[in-house]
């Protein structure tokens, strides 16, 4: 991804950057543009590109009950997202205990669990 005002690019986050690159400061914006916007106060109009888990569910559950997506991909090509992005905050979701509406997609993957064929298990003494 590239900086969203001039074009610089491709930002990489902080923690990964190597000499010559271009500092990702957040909101699609480079560190210098990041700056001029921050000192002008503009900022905050920039779009977030990233969400809270609280957030993300939020969206989920609007696409579903009102926009009518059934599966993932259709999800994750509303929100802007790689459909990898979807399964892995709906993970964490679920890790958290959060109640997530399923979709096709869930109840594919719930068949496909009940079809595994059970370890055998070792009777201990």
């Not at 992005?85 to 509406?101: D, F, I, N, S, T």
Request: charged share 30%.
């Amino acid at each position: 991804m590239n900086c969203r005002d001039c074009g610089s690019g491709p930002l990489v986050p902080v923690k990964r950057r190597q000499p010559g690159q271009v500092r990702a400061a957040g909101r699609g914006l480079c560190g210098p543009c990041y700056m001029r916007a921050w000192k002008a106060g503009e900022h905050i109009d920039a779009p977030r590109t990233t969400r809270s888990l609280e957030e993300f569910l939020d969206d989920w559950r609007v696409l579903i009950v009102r926009e009518g997506c059934t599966n993932h991909r259709q999800i994750a090509s509303a929100m802007g997202i790689d459909p990898s992005q979807v399964r892995r905050r709906l993970r964490e979701a679920r890790a958290a205990g959060l109640y997530v509406p399923e979709v096709v997609d869930d109840y594919a993957r719930i068949r496909s669990q009940a079809n595994r064929i059970p370890a055998a298990r070792s009777d201990r003494a």
